[in-house]
């Protein structure tokens, strides 16, 4: 059974950086391609970046440029590396694999952008 942790959300000023980590237990390293989604209130959750297994990367337009995602399989933990955070980007982040699995949603965790 996958369980997908995410941690490393805060509350930073517009402009600043913060680092996500998503910790999987199991065998969610087979995955081929993982994500990292969020949801602000009142919108539904959307794909921002994504990760295959050989490294290749894709961004949303919305944070491409400023957003970085990476993995260690070695250490089965994904990584999003937020920077030049804007308000527009509060909101629960997620991972998951791409495309998800209702299973695998975790507790999220919580970024919150003051201008």
């Known amino acids: 059974q996958v369980q997908l942790v995410e941690s490393g959300g805060g509350s930073v000023q517009a402009g600043g950086s913060l680092r996500l980590s998503c910790a999987a237990s199991?065998?969610?390293?087979?995955?081929?391609?993982m994500g990292w989604y969020r949801q602000a209130p009142g919108k539904q959750r959307d794909l921002v970046a994504a990760?295959?297994?050989?490294?290749?990367?894709n961004y949303a337009d919305s944070v491409k440029g400023r957003f970085t995602v990476s993995r260690d399989n070695a250490k089965n933990t994904i990584y999003l590396q937020m920077t030049s955070l804007k308000p527009e980007d509060t909101a629960v982040y997620y991972c998951n694999a791409v495309p998800p699995r209702e299973i695998y949603w975790g507790q999220g965790t919580q970024v919150t952008v003051s201008s």
């Open positions: 990760i295959s297994i050989g490294g290749s990367t």
């Open positions: 199991g065998s969610s390293f087979k995955i081929v391609v």
